[in-house]
């Protein structure tokens, strides 16, 4: 079946980039999802990209898609502290982009 | 706007007890849906509605019921509530997106439900 899968924690310091990494395996996921979850609330959308984009750049924020692998990534460029939260990676399909697999969550912790 | 709002924040329910957790949008989406979310794993899809009267099952529907009688509201209900449904619960919604379009989900607050 579809699968969505990170890793459960990474740790930086205030200033670094932060990487988060993600595989999945439904090789007909129209649209992958970074979202946020701060705690105790609910999940936030940050970025989405395409299945036929490579990369897409959004401020602070850069995703990597890697179609072959099945291998997506977050970058977050000057990390800050009020990035510490959950990043979830989820994949969607074409007439379901609201039906979406999620993984289960990379912990960002930002060290000061 | 108070986009989507869950009632109650938190509940503690009996082995067997019944409840339902309350879902409400004002921003006139088509889409609801309510995800589980457990220690260590991501959210997991329950139950979803593209639009009043319709519903549809997700990837754990076991052991919930939902009904869309409007298009603002989207109740979850746990009929005989078991320990193994102890999570916390998120309901979304969003617009529903044209062909080949893509629309933002959001969520509500969440609902922190324990059953002993």
């Known amino acids: 079946g579809e699968d969505v899968e990170q890793s459960l924690f990474l740790s930086v310091r205030e200033g670094d980039s932060s990487v988060i990494n993600c595989t999945y395996t439904d090789s007909s996921s129209t649209y992958l999802y970074w979202y946020k979850q701060e705690p105790g609330a609910g999940l936030q959308l940050l970025t989405y990209i395409f299945s036929n984009m490579d990369m897409k750049q959004d401020q602070r924020l850069t995703v990597l898609l890697n179609k072959k692998d099945k291998h997506l990534s977050l970058r977050i460029a000057d990390t800050q502290t009020g990035d510490s939260a959950i990043y979830f990676c989820a994949e969607g399909g074409f007439d379901s982009s609201y039906k979406l697999i999620f993984g289960s969550g990379t912990r960002l912790l930002v060290r000061p | 706007n108070a986009g989507v709002t869950q009632t109650p924040k938190f509940q503690v329910l009996k082995t067997g007890q019944s409840m339902t957790l309350q879902c409400a949008q004002d921003?006139?989406?088509?889409?609801m849906s309510w995800y589980r979310q457990d220690p260590g794993m991501g959210l997991r899809l329950i139950h979803y509605s593209v639009g009043a009267g319709i519903t549809d099952q997700g990837e754990v529907p076991n052991g919930y019921n939902v009904s869309r009688s409007t298009t603002e509201d989207f109740p979850l209900r746990l009929l005989s509530a078991a320990p193994s449904q102890t999570s916390v619960y998120f309901c979304?919604?969003?617009?529903?997106?044209?062909?080949?379009?893509?629309?933002?989900?959001?969520f509500g607050p969440g609902t922190r439900l324990l059953v002993l």
């Open positions: 979304a919604s969003s617009p529903l997106a044209g062909s080949g379009g893509v629309e933002t989900q959001y």
């Open positions: 921003m006139n989406h088509e889409y």
